[in-house]
């Protein structure tokens, strides 16, 4: 009880720092027809990969062996924060940076036998699945009917030029954000970048989203011009003909990723959760790439997708307390 009470009171005071705040969601668990626990997946990704784990894991003999549920990024890491291995989830998919910021605290992952090698040294607990990518989209009839120039950088978007007609997300809600924030400060360093931010923040005044999606759906209905957000959805946009077009900015396409982890609880960890993550990066690779073109793995074959002709790591390790102190520069 004393365990849960602390890491409860470790995970509060993190949540008060960001300013990120998310209702609570719970699934109850239940048995497949041979009374076997059935796998209990929680994830916070995109509808397209949470498609595609279900087809995959439908495809390899896992059909009704599983109970998948979706949550928000702060919701799904506060749980973790907060229950650790007591929560309910066998399997898990995340943004890294939380993953690592969980493990670091209070181990709560399994260590992996991966069947495939990635391509970057890892920790022992993390299996990369998708790379999310920050870009400049843009509504090719509104611009176009605003007479206002395509920006070519992140720099671009403090222009007054754009104030009332851009949309950008809520770094305290939306990890989103944090790819705009990366660019600015390992182009520009933290001085200059904030004040790119504060100018840049005046321009969207009302069009800041507390969701990463947020600013594509404005930009989609043309209630703003442009916006700042993943690239993979503007690309899905352009390619189903909606007047959306992208801009890969000249400080380059910074990425965060999201992994897969296994809850470590001991004699009761369910073996099936490990084989089923497995099975999700052996068999939907090729697909998840569709999507998310970025090379996590030494088998990963980018023919025929298009990938960020500039794609950027930050410098510094991704982590909570960096994303805490980067909010700090637009308080």
């Excluded at 599983?66 to 749980?79: D, N, R, V």
Aim: charged residues 25%.
């Amino acid at each position: 009880m004393k365990k849960l009470v602390r890491k409860g009171l470790i995970y509060l005071s993190f949540v008060s720092a960001l300013g990120i705040l998310g209702a609570c969601s719970t699934s109850n668990a239940s048995e497949n027809a041979d009374g076997e626990d059935k796998v209990i997946i929680y994830t916070n990704a995109d509808e397209e990969p949470v498609q595609i784990i279900k087809e995959v894991l439908d495809a390899n003999g896992f059909e009704n062996q599983y109970l998948l549920q979706s949550f928000g990024t702060s919701e799904l890491s506060g749980k973790l924060w907060a229950e650790g291995t007591d929560i309910e989830a066998d399997l898990v998919t995340m943004s890294t940076f939380y993953l690592d910021g969980v493990q670091e605290n209070d181990p709560v992952f399994k260590e992996l036998s991966l069947d495939m090698q990635p391509i970057d040294d890892l920790p022992n607990y993390q299996a990369p699945m998708t790379t999310q990518e920050g870009v400049i989209f843009y509504n090719t009839q509104v611009l176009e009917e605003a007479d206002l120039p395509v920006p070519t950088s992140l720099a671009d978007l403090a222009d007054p030029i754009y104030e009332g007609q851009l949309s950008i997300s809520d770094i305290n809600h939306s990890s989103t954000a944090w790819l705009l924030f990366q660019g600015l400060i390992d182009e520009y360093g933290e001085t200059e970048a904030q004040s790119i931010l504060a100018d840049i923040y005046d321009n969207a005044g009302d069009h800041i989203e507390a969701s990463g999606s947020g600013p594509l759906k404005k930009v989609r209905v043309g209630e703003v011009a442009l916006g700042f957000g993943l690239r993979h959805q503007a690309i899905k946009d352009k390619k189903e003909g909606l007047p959306i077009d992208f801009v890969e900015p000249s400080e380059g396409t910074y990425a965060l990723t999201e992994s897969l982890a296994v809850i470590d609880k001991g004699e009761d960890t369910n073996p099936l959760a490990e084989e089923m993550l497995n099975v999700i990066l052996k068999e939907g690779r090729a697909d998840l790439l569709q999507f998310y073109p970025s090379k996590l793995y030494e088998t990963d074959d980018l023919t025929g997708v298009e990938t960020a002709k500039n794609q950027k790591v930050f410098p510094e390790a991704l982590t909570p307390d960096l994303l805490k102190k980067h909010a700090s520069l637009v308080e």
